[in-house]
């Protein structure tokens, strides 16, 4: 029998984590990206995943490409009250791993070097101008390629997402972007720390001993300012928020847009989009990548599903019960991070509410099991 074809389009770290776990099947699978070859990464970003995530990773990476992780035991979070921050929480699990974080573009140089490697991977280089939908075709470079499965992870600014995923969606415009940067710094930071500042949620993420990333909401008024002045408001906070002592080195922050947003309609036929082309969630609790992970470790499980009984991936029932899978739980991901960002937000009129909620919190142990398992696993695990 002819092998089954799966196309993912998209050379962002959900299109190359597709591509790479898919690839642990018996089929074969183009990678198709518009860039000639693999550009230089500017990104200065950085992800964060879940034990449970990166134990599912590391099945795909050899021990030397895991050594692009920092691996964190705790995670503690405060909040600003008249000029000082006040810690309500601290997630421990008896010296395991919580979290474990990496630099986005060393990320995805550690993937593409996994996927060369990939006997049944063809990297095709060029632009998707048309997909077929009721044929599984897509268009490239004057040709039209069949295959048996799509997936576009093409981000959530792209023509073609847009036009398949259609004006049905769930959002919420919490006017808000972020700024995110590298800090070397000589302090002692072993964990992740999540501040929620009256201007806006900045979490602090160590990727090495001395060297870690901040991202911070801010008003989406920001924008309008020169990165100078954002550099030096990053500067002066963190300089009130870490020992005054400490010395800190900051590159230039980049901004990114902050928003919820989960469309109701993305998979059709033969084809599905994954990652930010289906839904974005705020990066206060750095879920975003988890819940990608997840989605495309359920769909490696059904498609393998597929093949053990022998039955073809194309008009099967692979997407119909993925989507009943994973669809619950991302939008429900998603409404409960952007309520916890709506509630930690600055205002008089609530603030006596949260500290009364807040004061006593980190001493229900059940609710801190509860979160760190939900934060691991996922909801329905």
């Not at 005054?244 to 989009?273: E, G, H, Y």
Request: charged share 25%; net charge positive.
């Amino acid at each position: 029998m002819k092998k089954q074809k799966i196309c993912v389009i998209g050379d962002g770290l959900a299109g190359l984590t597709t591509a790479l776990v898919l690839s642990k099947l018996d089929i074969e699978i183009n990678l198709i990206f518009k860039n000639k070859k693999i550009k230089k990464f500017i990104d200065c970003r950085t992800t964060a995943i879940s034990e449970s995530n990166y134990s599912f990773l590391s099945t795909h990476l050899n021990d030397s490409d895991l050594k692009v992780f920092y691996s964190c035991k705790n995670i503690d979070l405060y909040y600003e009250k008249l000029g000082r921050y006040h810690h309500f929480m601290n997630f421990t699990d008896g010296g395991k791993s919580l979290i474990h974080i990496a630099e986005n573009k060393k990320l995805k140089k550690v993937f593409f070097k996994q996927i060369q490697k990939q006997k049944n991977i063809k990297i095709i280089n060029g632009e998707v101008t048309k997909i077929d939908v009721q044929r599984s075709i897509i268009s490239i470079k004057n040709k039209n390629l069949h295959y048996d499965l799509i997936a576009l992870c093409l981000g959530r600014q792209s023509n073609i997402v847009s036009q398949f995923v259609g004006k049905r969606f769930i959002e919420d415009d919490v006017k808000e972007i972020s700024f995110t940067s590298l800090v070397k710094h000589n302090s002692n930071i072993s964990g992740p720390k999540q501040y929620f500042l009256k201007e806006g949620p900045l979490a602090i993420l160590p990727i090495e001993r001395n060297t870690f990333s901040f991202v911070w909401s801010l008003n989406k008024e920001y924008r309008k300012q020169k990165i100078e002045s954002i550099k030096q408001l990053v500067h002066s906070k963190l300089k009130s928020i870490l020992d005054p002592k400490t010395k800190i080195v900051l590159d230039n922050p980049i901004a990114f847009p902050v928003s919820f947003k989960f469309n109701v309609n993305f998979a059709k036929k033969n084809s599905l989009v994954l990652g930010d082309s289906s839904y974005n969630v705020h990066p206060i609790a750095g879920q975003g990548f988890n819940l990608i992970l997840r989605d495309i470790k359920k769909l490696f499980e059904y498609i393998q599903e597929q093949q053990f009984l022998g039955l073809q991936i194309k008009d099967s029932t692979i997407l119909e019960k993925f989507i009943r899978s994973r669809k619950p739980e991302n939008l429900l991901f998603g409404l409960g991070i952007n309520f916890t960002n709506r509630f930690f937000k600055h205002s008089k009129n609530t603030s006596l509410f949260k500290e009364m909620i807040l004061k006593d919190i980190d001493k229900f142990k059940f609710l801190k099991k509860l979160s760190l398992k939900i934060s691991d696993q996922g909801i329905f695990q």
